[in-house]
């Protein structure tokens, strides 16, 4: 509960020019934040802006160009959040890509686009940001997008994805406790289906890594597919991120639809686990 009010806060929203990302732009702008959204795509960045000009608070938007995975350009831009606000209060690491295909035509080229954008981006807004944020002493919050993939069984030509998911899952789990005693909440966020572009990745992957890669063809199918009238609202996502921000809840999950799937996950684990306490070893 280090971020009380969102007045007079800024937040940096990875991956904010789309879907997710944006919904939670508008409901923290909403809110009294100052938003900066960073998004690889220009285009997006162009369509997000738009939608904030002439609106009452579209003075507390801004947008930057970064691609996460570029760890000089993160830094530059860290750079320019201190200069420009004394550093940043609310970091939401959402950008992230819907990679799928066969897994056994996967290359490393595939490999590295789902994990590095997936985990990679994660860990650098983690690495760049820190600093300012406990260096400021104002407390601060970290939001980031996993996805309800990371905690069931998924599908083969999800793979990559998920795992990448559970990584980012399962590193927050892991740090909560040291930015508590920072003043730094930490919030994953644990979306089923929500309206989007997640489909697009191939639209999203650099040029050295759509050479070779195996994904190609499933990747074209996949930006075919389109958006389910059913799937949840952006803005009711950045609804729940605000609260979850506010209550520092460890997961913010936004459907119930998988619940059988994680609880079977779960279970499986625990029935593999024997029931003797073994004592001799439980120091360890
Ligand atoms: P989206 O494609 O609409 O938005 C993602 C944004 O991230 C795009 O604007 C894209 O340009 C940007 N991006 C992609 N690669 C980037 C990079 N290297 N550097 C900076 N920005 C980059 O998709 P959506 O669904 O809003 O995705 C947001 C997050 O939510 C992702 O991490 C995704 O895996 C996750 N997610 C989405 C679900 C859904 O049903 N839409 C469900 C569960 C998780
Ligand atoms: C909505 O589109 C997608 C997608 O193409 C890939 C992944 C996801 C959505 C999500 O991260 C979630 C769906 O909400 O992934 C899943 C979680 C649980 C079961 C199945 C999932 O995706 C098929």
């Known amino acids: 509960m280090y971020i009380t009010d969102f007045t007079g806060r800024t937040a940096f929203i990875t991956g904010g020019a789309s879907g997710i990302g944006l919904?939670?732009?508008?409901?923290?702008?909403?809110?009294?934040a100052r938003v900066v959204i960073a998004d690889l795509r220009q285009d997006h960045i162009d369509t997000a802006l738009a939608q904030f000009a002439g609106g009452g608070?579209?003075?507390?938007?801004?947008?930057?160009?970064?691609?996460?995975?570029?760890?000089?350009?993160?830094?530059?831009?860290?750079?320019?959040?201190?200069?420009?606000?004394?550093?940043?209060?609310i970091l939401v690491n959402n950008a992230g890509v819907g990679l799928e295909g066969p897994v056994l035509q996967?290359?490393?080229?595939?490999?590295?686009?789902?994990?590095?954008?997936?985990?990679?981006g994660v860990i650098n807004g983690f690495v760049t940001f820190l600093p300012q944020m406990i260096a400021h002493g104002r407390g601060g919050h970290v939001v980031s997008t996993a996805s309800l993939a990371a905690e069931v069984v998924m599908p083969a030509h999800l793979a990559i994805y998920a795992a990448s998911k559970a990584a980012v899952c399962h590193y927050c789990e892991a740090v909560k406790g040291e930015l508590a005693a920072q003043q730094i909440g930490v919030s994953i966020l644990l979306p089923g289906p929500i309206k989007s572009n997640i489909h697009q990745?191939?639209?999203?992957?650099?040029?050295?890594?759509r050479a070779?890669?195996?994904?190609?063809?499933?990747?074209?199918?996949?930006?075919?597919?389109?958006?389910?009238?059913?799937?949840m609202e952006p803005e009711e996502v950045g609804n729940m991120v605000?609260?979850?921000?506010?209550?520092?809840?460890?997961?913010?999950?936004?459907?119930?639809?998988?619940?059988?799937?994680?609880?079977?996950?779960?279970?499986?684990?625990?029935d593999a686990t024997p029931d003797v306490d073994n004592a001799a070893v439980r120091g360890l």
Request: net charge negative; aromatic share 10%; glycine share 10%.
């Open 23 to 32: 919904g939670i732009a508008k409901v923290l702008v909403e809110r009294g």
């Open 57 to 89: 608070r579209s003075n507390a938007v801004s947008a930057l160009q970064l691609d996460v995975t570029s760890r000089e350009a993160y830094a530059e831009a860290a750079a320019r959040m201190q200069a420009e606000f004394g550093g940043i209060d």
């Open 106 to 120: 996967a290359t490393y080229a595939d490999y590295d686009f789902g994990f590095g954008v997936n985990i990679g």
């Open 201 to 209: 990745a191939q639209l999203n992957r650099p040029d050295h890594l």
């Open 212 to 231: 070779g890669s195996g994904f190609a063809e499933s990747e074209a199918k996949l930006a075919q597919r389109e958006v389910s009238d059913s799937w």
């Open 242 to 270: 605000a609260d979850g921000i506010l209550a520092d809840k460890t997961y913010i999950v936004t459907h119930g639809i998988f619940k059988d799937w994680q609880r079977a996950r779960a279970q499986a684990v625990l």
